[in-house]
């Protein structure tokens, strides 16, 4: 095959990308679940005649599948200093890169839309992106940038007459127009190799011969001789459990090329797609079909072709076939068979016998008379595996409405698909009316039934879900039978229930101050300049942690984990280890020269166990190989035994057996006993609000090189703090800290979880490379399952308050779940309550936080570190003091907010504050009235099955590191003879744009343009003893040190601009050098001990609509306000907002992690666990930086926002919640009800009560074990 048009030959171990020498495509998960590998493959296609271009997973391809093939990754379409390709500099000039590791599977997603399709509609462009995530941007400029190549332009929905108010990043005008005559062609050598006729090919690797057989004679023969061999086509099934359970399979057999197997024919009865047909060519045949045939006999192509929107990604669909799918007919070397429920006889299995292979498949046309739907309800809506899934077909017997054949099919209700018989034998000879969906859904509620403790959890909403998708079968067909019998129309009220799930394409608005009339055009301070390394991320050449070459004689790491949540360790077996090839040695716990007790803050941990395992995922010690794949296979073999403890996992287990750490924290003020007696009612109540992953792009990395001599060591990590490492690594290896070198050059994102958790990789890593340079990247797996999240919160709170809404006093408890040590939980449950009240004035109050002692792995910072989950416990009181007043919540909360001077609980004065400000022009710009009268008026006339709700929240969060040491930063200045700068702080960048921002700032201090500046890295032997960088407090101290270096440079520069004043910077810098002036400057800073330095704030309003019948929802709109000070840089202050937004939205309406009874980790991947992806954005979006509002206490005039925007994605948490007070309402409830977050599909439906609910009620709590515990 070709790679970017080089002659490519496969050796073994050839797959990673170091080996040929390019860094651009990333691997984010392996598992075909993020599209950070995406690739184009192109290939002259033998039976269609033609080359096509198609975007696939790099990490699924095997690599003998390319044979013929011409891959071109994002490094082969253009670089920085030659040509950059405009799909690159769109991305990069639209703001679509922060930390990158993305960007080039987004580059190369587009690129491979445009070569099929030069001028694309929106709709092509979101659908060439359901299989990419992006865990920094929040997607709105990605595909703002990308919009500019689609056929019609659409910037946004503001028009503003203020000249000081500006709603464009980046000038489209000025793009590289696209030319589609100068992409890289199609190799001719390819294509004459490809119009030659098919020979059979083999490969043999070490362990697995692929054979690619060229007919279909030959391909029964090899599996006849090969009966336990496998067939593999796009890889997409097959591929995981060889990677992720150590599955082999020694012989494959690829028969993509086989004719018969890729012929698509026409016959009386339906289509027949060969089985190595794609899903891609399924869907453009399908579509053509709708298109040309009658529309009664395409019944069933429409909902295959509604399920394929929903089917993976792109990427999937272009090279996985529809085996697996709940079609309706197969054929195979025997004969004809229908498709039923006979033909899947186990989980993943199917009738097949082992020398059989799939032929065909026919998927039939409709008749007249005949209807048919299908449903899949998933927790999210794009590129998500069913919760469960269902085809419906009912044929009425001629002009009636009397059932003549039915039948129902569900997945997801038992390992195999199934069909309700009884229900289906029932409603034979029925009129289609009420009385047959009542004997429906009583009879599918006994039929469906699932052990309380089925796999995949969920049961009363998997239940639930079989009626409410027959329910809306019925009234679909109900409605057709009143176009086609001219029978009584369904009316509107009903008729939502029926409709597809459509979204429209996203619109927003971005909202900043200009610059001062006035500010010189080389003082780049306020205005929207890119992210300094985004040209480079979008082309593949910024380097991250594994990128770096490797060293001649480096070896490989695996980690091995702990499987017992508590366990005893008895014996350690590395036998079986030891035989695989490449094995050089292990590492446990008595290999470790220095100490083996480590800690972030408090040292309770150990680098490696040693008697004993606390969580699953425990490293206990670790493998080092010639390559990854040796290693990881090696480390799956080590052999532990236990003798086990009983674990304790959730909160509630940690409450009941009183497990905490110490201390537990109070913070009070008033008098909340006398506040209680004052107040007219008392309500209370409780929210869980779940825990989540970081899901950085970048799995946590590290490089350690030994120098050879006293003990010297380099370490290249993926780290927030790089004085920790070094600290921590020197422990343990028994050396002081100044023979450790820590350098971090960018990180793929981190969010907090590169904080203090990627510390012990760091460590083991060291530890291994004392004498070989030693790499470890995680896989994603490992990634989830060792290094912890965000701690998931209980709050139970009592309220005081007035009939008026006006609450008196407050009493909470927070419990947080810490895991297996202390890590940064004190300061978490800390700032949890330094949040207690969010933004709300009460008088008395008393918080207490406890930090739960479990056996889960240790949880850490995450943005917001605490302070989300505490004010998402006050938005809950909030929210149930309106529903118990019946007062509009926005009233209540407008009410209790804080004003000018008020004193916090802990006695901090508000000044400056603006939260009265950003509420006035959140409710301005959002049209909140004239929203909430729209809304009111949805739900109560029209739609009984959707509902909308709206929502107002607002945020203050407090900017310092609360511990008040870390609230220093130091930076290095050094200015060369030619005039160029390189500038160096304590902060590290991961996407957050804080080098740009840093630029930034040395620039108007140095007052030379951005590009005389350069930041290479982030290393401990140019600024010591340096904080992580979190908190959101970098810019303001690190910019402040940058500063102050920056003054020291400038005095003494000085004497020589007044001797020269009309001399350039050179020729200061000259005199300077020539002078003997030390050009060279550090920087420090600190601030006060307050406990905040000041506050930033915010408010945000969310519009949604639910689907009372699945519990889908979809956030229709979302303004943000945000003082953000005087921004320093708006691109990336909107950057922030949009992306913390997002990642607030996965945290309270998508994300949650399952955890076996046992302890063990059930989501491991995108597969399993949902971050939000494009087709989450809101249909409207606009974010505005307040004016005008100019912060004293930080770095010219700003403040900073990397965590505080986060929870304005309560309001959409919040919005919900009233949409389901609406559909409540329809059922007879009302008043506070609980809601727990997120706000899954499956919390909404089983929140919206109503005849389907109550025939599926939950198990008993205690009479079961439960798939998993809520921990
Ligand atoms: C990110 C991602 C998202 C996904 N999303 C979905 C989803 O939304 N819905 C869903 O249902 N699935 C989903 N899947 C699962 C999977 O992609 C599909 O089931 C797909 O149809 C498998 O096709 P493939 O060609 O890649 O299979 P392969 O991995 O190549 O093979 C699949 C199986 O079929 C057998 N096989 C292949 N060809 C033949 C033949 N001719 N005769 C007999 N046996 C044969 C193979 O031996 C193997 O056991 C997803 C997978 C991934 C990785
Ligand atoms: S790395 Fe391939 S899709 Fe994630
Ligand atoms: S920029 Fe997309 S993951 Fe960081």
Known sequence: FMLNLVKMEVRPHAAHDADVGLTGTKLGCAEGGCGACTVMISKFHPHLKCIVHHAVNACLAPVCSLH?????????????????????????????????????????????????????????????????????????????????????????????????????MYDPSKFIPLDPTQEVIFPPELLNLGKQPPRQMKFKGERVLWIQPSTLTELLDLKSHYPESKLVVGNTEVGMPMKFKNLLYPVILAPAYISELNSVQHTKQGIVFGAACTLTLLGEVLRDAVAKLPTYQTEVFKAILEQLRWFAGKQIRNVAVCLEQTIIKYCFKFGAVLMDDNFFPGYRKTALKPEEILLSIEIPYTKKGQYFSAFKQSPRQEDDIAIVTCGMNVVFKEGSNIVEKILLSFGGMAPTTVIPKTTCKKLIGSAWNEKLLEDACASLAEEMVLPPSAPGGMVPYRRTLTLSLFFKFYLTVKHYLAVDLQHEVLIRYYSSATELFHKDSPSSVQLFQAVPPGQSSEDFVGRPIMHLSALKQATGEAVYCDDI????????????????????????????????????????????????????????????????????????????????????????????????????????????????????????????????????????????????????????????????????????????????????????????????????????????????????????????????????????????????????????????????????????????????????????????????????????????????????????????????????????????????????????????????????????????????????????????????????????????????????????????????????????????????????????????????????????????????????????????????????????????????????????????????????????????????????????????????????????????????????????????????????????????????????????????????????????????????????????????LLRDSPNDKAIFSSKVLGEPPLFMAASVFYAIKDAITAARSESGLSGPFRLDSPATSERIRNACEDRFTKLCPPAEPGTYTPWAVRV
Not at 131 to 159: H, M, Q, S
Not at 1049 to 1075: H, I, M
């Open 549 to 1184: 070459p490797c060293y001649e004689n480096e070896l490989h790491l695996a980690l091995i984990t702990s499987t017992k949540a508590h366990a005893h360790i008895l014996s350690i077996d590395t036998g079986e280890a030891m035989t695989v090839p490449g094995v050089v040695a292990f590492v446990f716990a008595k290999d470790i020269p220095g100490s083996n007790i480590t800690g972030p803050a408090f040292y309770d941990e150990s680098v490696l166990a040693e008697k004993m395992v606390t969580c699953v995922g425990h490293i206990v010690g670790a493998v080092v190989a010639d390559t990854q794949a040796h290693a990881q296979r090696a480390a799956k073999v080590v052999k532990i035994t236990y003798d086990e403890l009983k674990p304790i996992i959730s909160i509630q287990d940690a409450i009941d057996s009183q497990s905490f750490y110490q201390p537990v924290r109070t913070m009070k003020k008033g008098d909340t006993a006398q506040g209680f007696k004052d107040s007219d009612h008392i309500l209370e109540g409780e929210i869980h609000i779940g825990g989540q992953e970081h899901f950085y792009l970048e799995t946590n990395c590290t490089v350690a090189v030994p120098k050879g001599e006293d003990g010297e060591m380099e370490l290249f990590v993926s780290t927030q703090t790089a004085s920790k490492t070094q600290a921590l690594v020197a422990k343990a290896l028994g050396v002081p800290a100044n023979r450790i070198v820590c350098r971090v050059k960018r990180m793929g994102g981190g969010f907090g979880g590169k904080e203090s958790r990627s510390i012990i990789l760091s460590t083991v890593v060291a530890v291994a490379a004392m004498k070989r340079p030693v790499r470890c990247m995680l896989d994603r797996d490992e990634d989830m399952l060792v290094t912890g999240g965000r701690h998931p919160f209980l709050g139970r709170y009592k309220v005081g308050y007035m009939t008026s809404g006006k609450i008196i006093a407050l009493d909470v408890t927070f419990y947080a779940n810490a895991g297996n040590s202390k890590d940064l939980s004190f300061s978490i449950v800390e700032r949890a309550l330094f949040h207690m009240e969010n933004s709300y004035n009460i008088p008395h109050v008393c918080g207490t936080g406890y930090m739960c002692k479990t056996n889960l792995p240790s949880n850490t910072a995450f943005r917001g570190f605490g302070g989300p989950q505490g004010m998402m416990v006050a938005e809950s009181w909030m929210s149930d003091v309106a529903l118990a007043c019946g007062i509009p919540s926005y009233e209540v909360r407008r009410m209790n907010l804080y004003n000018e001077g008020d004193l916090t609980p802990f006695n901090q004065r508000l000044e400056q504050f603006t939260i009265g400000k950003c509420w006035e022009e959140c409710l301005d710009i959002s049209n909140y009235m004239k929203r909430q009268g729209a809304v009111e008026e949805f739900n109560r006339y029209f739609h009984r099955w959707t509902k909308r709700g709206l929502s107002i929240i607002p945020t203050k969060f407090g900017i310092s590191f609360t511990s008040v040491f870390l609230n220093q930063a130091g930076a290095l200045v050094h200015i060369y003879t030619d005039g160029s700068v390189l500038l160096t702080h304590g902060g590290t960048e991961m996407g957050q744009g804080l080098h740009t921002k840093m630029v930034q700032v040395a620039s108007r201090a140095l007052g030379i343009p951005c590009s005389k500046i350069f930041i290479s890295e982030t290393s401990t032997n140019t600024v010591a003893n340096t904080s992580p960088t979190a908190a959101s407090a970098s810019s303001d101290l690190n910019g402040m040190a940058v500063y102050n270096a920056c003054q020291t440079l400038l005095q003494r520069l000085e004497p020589y601009k007044v001797k020269n004043p009309k001399g350039s910077w050179e020729d200061w810098v000259n005199a300077a050098y020539f002078d003997r002036v030390n050009l060279s400057a550090n920087g420090f800073y600190n601030n006060s001990g307050r406990a905040f330095n000041y506050f930033s704030y915010g408010v945000s309003c969310s519009e949604v609509e639910i689907d009372c019948l699945t519990g889908r929802q979809k956030t229709l709109h979302t303004t943000i306000v945000m003082d953000v000070g005087k921004s320093l840089n708006p691109a990336i202050d909107i950057g922030q907002v949009e992306g913390a937004f997002m990642q607030g939205l996965g945290l309270f309406t998508l994300e949650e992690l399952h955890y076996s009874p046992q302890g063990s980790l059930l989501t491991r991947g995108p597969g399993m666990y949902k971050i939000p992806a494009f087709g989450d954005i809101p249909v409207e979006l606009q974010v505005s």
């Open 68 to 168: 013929h093939c011409a891959v071109i990754t994002v490094d082969g379409i253009g670089t920085v200093a030659s040509r950059l390709h405009p799909v690159q500099e769109r991305i990069a000039k639209a703001h679509g890169s922060q930390c990158g590791f993305c960007t080039p599977g987004m580059v190369m997603s587009m690129y491979t839309l445009l070569r099929n399709n030069p001028e694309p509609s929106m709709v092509d462009i979101e659908e060439a992106f359901q299989g990419n995530l992006c865990r920094c941007t929040g997607y709105r400029p990605i595909l703002e940038g990308y919009k500019t190549f689609a056929k019609v332009l659409d910037f946004g929905l503001w028009y503003c007459e203020d000249p000081t108010v500006l709603n464009q």
